[in-house]
């Protein structure tokens, strides 16, 4: 059974940074399209950053250049590194996988929709 965990989440100023973790088990992430979500109070779920099985990285335009997403396979995990933190950043984030069936990538990469293994998300809090 494929289980994802968040981890790293926590209360910080605007202007600092947090790095958050989603270790994988029950099976190998190498095949894994993995990505970063959150979802605000009373908003949808939105696409924050995503890797492709190859190593290719794709960004939501209110995070480019802030946030950077990377993979360890041998670890298992894809991490979140958010630097100049907003407060408007302020929402739970969830890690999701799914295994493109045919390789190559899952279009549009950031769309929800596509990732059938989701985690339990963990808070995010960024105060001015």
């Known amino acids: 059974q494929v289980q994802v965990v968040e981890s790293g989440g926590g209360s910080v100023q605007a202007g600092g940074s947090l790095r958050l973790s989603c270790a994988v088990s029950g099976h190998t992430i190498s095949r894994n399209q993995l990505g970063w979500f959150r979802q605000a109070p009373g908003k949808e779920r939105e696409g924050v950053a995503a890797?492709?099985?190859?190593?290719?990285?794709y960004y939501t335009d209110s995070v480019k250049g802030r946030f950077s997403i990377s993979r360890d396979n041998a670890k298992n995990t894809v991490y979140l590194q958010m630097n100049s933190l907003k407060p408007e950043d302020t929402a739970m984030y969830y890690c999701?996988?799914?295994?493109?069936?045919?390789?190559?990538?899952?279009?549009?990469?950031?769309?929800?929709?596509?990732?059938?293994?989701w985690g339990q998300g963990t808070q995010v809090s960024v105060y001015s």
């Open positions: 890797v492709s099985t190859g190593g290719g990285t």
């Open positions: 999701a996988a799914v295994v493109p069936l045919r390789g190559g990538i899952l279009s549009p990469p950031l769309s929800p929709h596509l990732y059938n293994y």
